[in-house]
């Protein structure tokens, strides 16, 4: 019986899913911000909400969100660039360029010092926001003086206030959810879960390392760069690694969409050079965390337990013993193999060598900062037992390899089949 309904959904994945997910030169051209892969700030202002077949109404959400804007990790991947600009500076061998990022840097710093890691502002209304659409799209999900909410987060500070902004929004609509929020680490095994085969994959002896290294040779190419900052060639000789700082000057131009100051540096770079070095971070990302071909599902299998946990709270919520939403915080490292998993749209691409990564994968779709998965039920009033879904990923109507006559909503029974055949595998 699993093996026809696979093949049957199988059949059908070329019938509903469009081709690929390829990008271009000329459209990253459009928004540099998309150049910031996973630092890509949240794009959604508006959430899509196709309206239900008729006698449908919504009566719970599963939800698993990322934290929102934050800084970079560490206050030292500011800190080591600006203590090098400042060095040149003071041996006068900056051009004028040079002297105003490093101008514009101190201004970054003065925003995210002892903050690297953290939850930006923007991070915050980002989750704000996202559960002010959700409120409004399915109110009778929220509405009313018993429903209970659970909200639950890992461990990390950033993913814990995202979750709290998140929650006091929803509260600002309906004071009277019961809204249960944890951060435990007994909810670790689904929020943020890696296989021992997938860490080996990707650990310090895994050959796609040595991969990854050649091709980054081959794409970053940091001579025009650093000779627009750097005046002397003595100091760059003797003091500055080029790769090392073109790397540096790319991690704070793409977090700096982030931050409050809206402070840009993609002027010290050209479009190609950005499109260049976005792609060996794009391939780390897909090669390490979604459907990798040679890592034969390894990081898929890491977002197993968190599926099931969808589907027994789904479950829980039709049986008429649930809450009224579930809501999970984490990372761009569960989101990834997660919308994997589900076989979203966009998201499943495959592809053998790193130079062909970007044209079916693109980080910047699949995890922004606050990307989201909601998947949202429905109940035929008439018949309980008649049940509807449909997923948004960051907020938009998706699909999945599903045989359906209504998209965005698929039947349930159909969508729980094919799933549980893939938790089997």
């Known amino acids: 019986m699993i093996r026809s309904i696979k093949l049957a959904f199988s059949a059908a994945v070329f019938a509903v899913l469009p081709v690929g997910a390829q990008t271009t030169f000329e459209e990253m051209a459009q928004d540099l911000n998309r150049t910031g892969g996973v630092y890509y700030a949240y794009p959604t202002r508006q959430a899509e909400n196709s309206p239900a077949p008729k006698g449908y109404k919504p009566f719970y959400i599963s939800h698993y969100g990322r934290h929102g804007s934050r800084y970079l990790i560490s206050d030292n991947d500011y ?12 041996a006068n061998a900056l051009t004028s360029l040079g002297k105003d990022v490093m101008h514009r840097l101190d201004t970054v710093i003065a925003e995210a010092d002892r903050r690297g890691g953290d939850l930006s502002p923007l991070g915050a209304r980002q989750h704000q926001e996202i559960a002010r659409r959700m409120y ?26 995202s979750m709290g902004n ?24 689904y929020l943020c879960y890696s296989t021992p085969e997938s860490n080996e994959f990707n650990g310090g002896k895994g050959w ?8 980054e040779r081959k ?23 080029p790769e090392n ?16 100051n809206k402070i840009s540096f993609y002027d010290v770079f050209t479009p190609q050079e950005l499109f260049d070095i976005w792609q060996c971070f794009n391939a780390d990302f897909y090669a390490r965390h979604s459907n990798f071909p040679p890592a034969e599902g ?28 579930t809501l999970r915080f984490g990372h761009d490292g569960n989101v990834v193999p997660f919308t994997a998993l589900l076989h979203f749209e966009n998201c499943y691409g495959e592809a053998e060598r790193p130079e062909d990564f970007y044209k079916v994968w693109n980080d910047w779709r699949v995890s922004p900062m606050a990307a989201n998965i909601q998947m949202v039920l429905f109940r035929n009033s008439k018949n309980p037992e008649d049940v509807l879904v449909k997923f948004l990923h960051n907020e938009k109507e998706t699909r999945i390899p599903v045989t359906t006559d209504i998209w965005p909503y698929y039947h349930w029974n159909d969508v729980k089949a094919y799933y549980e055949s893939l938790l089997s595998e």
């Open 136 to 161: 409004d799209n399915y109110p009778e999900v929220f509405k009313g003086k018993d429903k209970k909410i659970s909200a639950r987060s890992t461990l990390v500070p950033r993913c814990i206030i």
């Open 166 to 189: 998140f929650c006091q929004s929803l509260k600002q609509k309906n004071p009277e959810l019961d809204i249960t929020l944890e951060s435990s680490e007994k909810y670790m095994p």
């Open 219 to 241: 794409q970053v190419k940091p001579e025009r760069l650093v000779s627009t900052i750097f005046s002397d060639p003595v100091f760059v000789e003797r003091y500055v690694m």
């Open 208 to 215: 796609w390392k040595e991969v990854h290294r050649k091709f």
């Open 79 to 90: 800190k080591w660039v600006s203590d090098l600009l400042h060095k040149a500076s003071d």
């Open 298 to 325: 390894k990081h898929l299998n890491n977002a197993k337990p968190l599926l099931r946990n969808f589907i027994e709270g789904a479950e829980k919520a039709i049986a008429g013993e649930g809450e009224a939403a």
């Open 245 to 260: 700082f073109m790397w540096g000057m790319y991690w704070v131009a793409s977090d700096a969409q982030n931050s409050e």
